[in-house]
Every structure is written in C-alpha cells, then in structure tokens.
C-alpha cells in the first residue's frame, strides 16, 4: 500500500498515532535529563489541508473529516486527548488557520512543539519534496538536524545518542514490499546498539495483513517489555480496518494512560459497528 503521508494528513490514523506520540514524549519527560527523538520517515512539519487530499493528478476524497474532524469542536475529557488536541489547535493557530481545522502538523511539527531545550531532534525524509520542506522549517533551528536518508539506516548511524536516552519514531509510507522485514531489521539494529531505547513502530492493520508479519520476524530476538496498541475503526473492511503502533520498552504506566485514550477514539472515530481498541503485550514488563 502507499501511504506517504501527505495523501492522509489528518486521519484517524495520524490522530491515533500522533496521540500516543505526545504520550510518549510527555512520559519521557517526567525525568529531568535529554533525549534524542529520531523521526525515521518524517514528511514534513505540517500540512495544509486543503491541498494535501490532492494526488499527483487527480483530487482525492479529503481524510480529515474522519479523523481529526470528528474531535475538533466536541468537548474532552480525557487528558492525554486534550493535550493532543491543543497542541494540533496551536499548530493550525500559528500557521493562521480559521477557527476550523485547516493545517495540520505532522510528527516532527508535534515533537518541536513538544521539546525542551535539554532534548535534540533528529528528521530522516528521503522524498525529495517533504525533505526540501522539513529543511524549510527546521533546518535553521540549532536542537534539530535533518537527513535526506533512509530512516532506517539512521538507527545504524545515530544510536547509542549522547543523551543515553531516546524515542525511535518508525513511521514507513508502506511502499516497498518488504516492509516488515525492513522493520525488524531496523529494530534488532537499534536494539544492539541500543537496549534501553524507546522504540516506536506505525503499522496498518488490513484485511491481508496485521502486524503478524512484524511479531513472527521478532520472534528470535529477545525483546525488552514491548506492547501493540491496537484501534480499529471499519472491522471486516475490504481495505484499511484500522492501524497500531508497536511500542518497545514503554515507559512507566503508558498503558494505563493509553487504554482509556484509545477506547474513546474507537467510539468517537468508528466507521462501522464493533470498532473497538485493545493492548497485546509482546512481552511483559
């Protein structure tokens, strides 16, 4: 499938990934000291959302609506949502956005505005354009570096960081048929050359394929605790029923802030009945 990132600014699965982003860093950041957050396949900083439902020659039905959308003007009360929320209504603000969703950060927009100045930014883009754009708006900012590579390289050339700490943020467009296997080479890289980090992987959940094909090529490495969070939206769709992120080395109590975030997603942003969330842990802390 092709998912860059453009073509979905906004979705339900930006909304669930972008979310458990905050989380993560947030939790990160209960400790005093640094961190590197490496963004592996980052798009760009943000997105217009007017223009990013167009293909490259014809217009696509807009995603956002779905997703983001359905959050924007609704009240919240779960904490960890509201803070998502207010960082995306910030973006949209300060890119002079009306009071309706019009732009919309991508994860290097959300970890900027999420960073302190103790902590370092590092965005690998291989596509041309989004690399181009992500240099626009970071490439003068000293906390950040941005790389025309292949991300999952960067896990060979960047870690261990300096810090001692980090957040690896996976997010692949799923153009290569051997995505899975370039996963799990990316993550038993990172994981020798650095255990304790966090590990962070996006992944579709179709009616071919879950992450079954990530779990099995993991199965001969001995994982640290690691657990999926799971939302699906369009159970039994012919397509996309939904999307999961692989958390390796979680950080203190993330499940318990996550579970809640998700089951609300799952109502709020269903699409068909029996759309539920749920936890799997690979491997318990």
């Known amino acids: 499938m092709n998912y860059r ?121 291989l596509h041309p354009e989004d690399h181009s754009a992500l240099s626009r708006s970071f490439g003068r900012e000293g906390r950040v570096s941005v790389h025309p590579t292949d991300g999952y390289s960067a896990l060979r050339a960047m870690l261990p960081p300096n810090e001692r700490r980090a957040l690896v943020f996976i997010d692949p467009p799923f153009e290569r048929p051997d995505e899975w296997s370039a996963i799990a080479d990316a993550l038993r890289e990172g994981l020798g050359r650095f255990p304790s980090g966090v590990y962070a992987v996006w992944y579709p959940l179709t009616a071919r394929s879950g992450a079954g094909g990530l779990f099995r090529r993991l199965g001969g490495l001995r994982l640290p605790p690691t657990i999926a969070a799971e939302l699906s939206i369009n159970p039994g769709a012919s397509g996309v029923e939904g999307c999961g992120l692989l958390v390796i080395n979680p950080p203190w109590q993330f499940e318990l802030k996550a579970g809640p975030m998700l089951d609300g997603l799952a109502q709020r942003l269903a699409v068909a009945p029996g759309a539920q969330s749920r936890l799997l842990w690979l491997e318990r802390e």
């Open 5 to 125: 990132h453009h073509f979905h600014a906004g979705n339900f699965a930006d909304v669930m990934k972008h979310s458990l982003l905050v989380l993560l860093v947030r939790q990160l950041q209960r400790k005093e000291s640094g961190f590197l957050i490496l963004d592996t396949h980052a798009g760009r900083g943000g997105y217009d959302l007017e223009t990013a439902s167009r293909g490259a020659s014809l217009e696509r039905k807009p995603e956002w609506p779905d997703g983001i959308g359905r959050l924007w003007g609704r009240p919240e009360s779960n904490e960890t949502l509201e803070d998502y929320l207010g960082l995306v209504r910030a973006f949209n603000r300060s890119a002079g956005g009306p009071s309706a969703p019009r732009y919309y950060p991508g994860s290097p927009g959300l970890a900027f505005r999420l960073a302190r100045p103790q902590d370092r930014m590092a965005f690998c883009e």
